[in-house]
């Protein structure tokens, strides 16, 4: 199971390595909605430093998240609370952590973290508790979070900029 979950990272992370030449949208796909879904019901903005958005979900290459630039070193901060599912180092995500956003049906992605998260995969993990720091490992281009929102194992979701700006506004 996990072999699946890691070629599906890597074909998606290659796919972001094509530059980019046009942009592209969320396809017509209309997202479903889900409880819990902001700041109101415990969401936070994972980055609460100066920040500007890179890229976003497709950017003409399929990419599967949105890009939050800030300095590196900055905290990173758990969107939502749960459960850490995957604490793993990969090529293209360099370091990367995944936690299960209890009661949301998602997983939370963050990629290209400076070092290693100090957390243990099975532990609990608290909305706005820190889970790293902003950094440029694997496959970047600057100092960024890279973040997605999945609905069921490496599903990013096309709404996760939609979503990630309201969190902002609300943090």
């Not at 973290?113 to 995969?121: C, E, S």
Request: charged share 25%; aromatic share 8%; proline share 5%.
């Amino acid at each position: 199971m996990r072999t699946r979950y890691i070629a599906a990272a890597i074909a998606l992370l290659l796919g972001g390595i094509v530059a980019a030449t046009a942009s592209a949208g969320g396809g017509g796909i209309t997202p479903d909605p889900e409880p819990g879904d902001d700041s109101a019901t415990g969401h936070r903005f994972p980055v609460p430093a100066k920040h500007t958005y890179g890229d976003g979900w497709g950017a003409g290459r399929g990419h599967k998240g949105q890009d939050i630039f800030a300095r590196c070193g900055k905290p990173i901060i758990a969107a939502r609370g749960g459960r850490v599912k995957y604490r793993e180092y990969q090529s293209g995500a360099g370091n990367y952590i995944v936690i299960n956003g209890k009661g949301t049906r998602r997983d939370y992605m963050y990629a290209h973290l400076k070092r290693r998260a100090p957390l243990r995969v099975g532990q609990r993990v608290s909305t706005g508790q820190r889970i790293g720091r902003v950094g440029a490992t694997g496959n970047a281009s600057g100092c960024h979070l890279h973040f997605e929102l999945w609905r069921g194992d490496w599903n990013g979701r096309p709404d996760v900029t939609r979503k990630l700006r309201r969190w902002d506004r609300k943090s």
